[in-house]
């Protein structure tokens, strides 16, 4: 099956400062890739689109300045949330579709777990 | 606007007792239907894709149906293994590969 990571699987740093969160897919190309965010108990809720090759499209209400995108490679997507602060502090997972097909089904990294004193 | 609502909320269930976690959807021109198990603290696991309504999937104690509106997870005879958050989640008209997801079911199953 496919295989997306992601790196790192914890931070905690203080507000103000950026943090940086890696998605891989590791056995197949992706040329888009997803951004979510999950809060206790709730549901995964789609931040932003990332393109290999173009800007990120971001859903309604994300800030795109606060969580800057960057698809380097095909198989590589950067999440940076600047300037963080401590309501930033959530479960982020990516995801990158496989398979083929109009209906590619995602897969999902492990998630990074970020907490902002 | 696309919405999947997951019933129950929360499921708790006797080693060997089967029962079916339910996903309304309301979307026009259904591309695919996903369900995935989350762990806590983890990522979301790929289950099963339901493309048409009638489809059905299997993968050991776990069947997936299709309707027209709405799609069951059947679990046959639980383990304490299979407890885990559950959730379905809809690929959105016209957005490629964007998909909406329900709130899950959180699913225990007692030994």
């Known amino acids: 099956g496919a295989v997306v990571s992601q790196h790192p699987s914890w931070v905690i740093c203080k507000s103000g400062t950026s943090v940086k969160i890696e998605c891989r897919s590791l056995?197949?190309?992706?040329?888009?890739m997803f951004w979510y965010r999950q809060f206790p108990k709730q549901s995964l809720m789609l931040m932003a689109t990332?393109?290999?090759?173009?800007?990120?499209?971001?859903e309604q209400g994300v800030e795109k300045d606060k969580f800057l995108i960057n698809h380097a490679s095909l198989t590589l997507s950067t999440l940076t949330v600047t300037s963080a602060h401590p309501e930033d502090s959530s479960f982020y997972i990516c995801s990158a579709p496989a398979g083929g097909g109009a209906g590619e089904t995602q897969y999902f990294g492990p998630g990074t777990r970020l907490l902002v004193l | 606007e696309d919405q999947v609502t997951q019933s129950p909320e929360a499921l708790r269930l006797q080693e060997g007792e089967s029962s079916s976690l339910n996903c309304s959807y309301t979307v026009s021109g259904l591309r695919g239907l996903f369900w995935y198990r989350q762990d806590p603290g983890k990522g979301p696991e790929f289950l099963f894709t339901?493309?048409?309504a009638g489809e059905e999937k299997e993968k050991e104690r776990l069947k997936a149906t299709l309707t027209k509106k709405e799609s069951f997870l059947h679990i046959t005879a639980p383990k304490p293994e299979d407890s885990a958050t559950y959730l379905c989640a809809v690929l959105r008209p016209g957005g490629y590969q964007k998909v909406t997801f329900g709130t899950g079911t959180k699913l225990q199953v007692i030994p």
């Open positions: 990332s393109n290999e090759g173009s800007k990120a499209t971001y």
């Open positions: 056995d197949f190309q992706a040329t888009t």
């Open positions: 339901l493309y048409s």
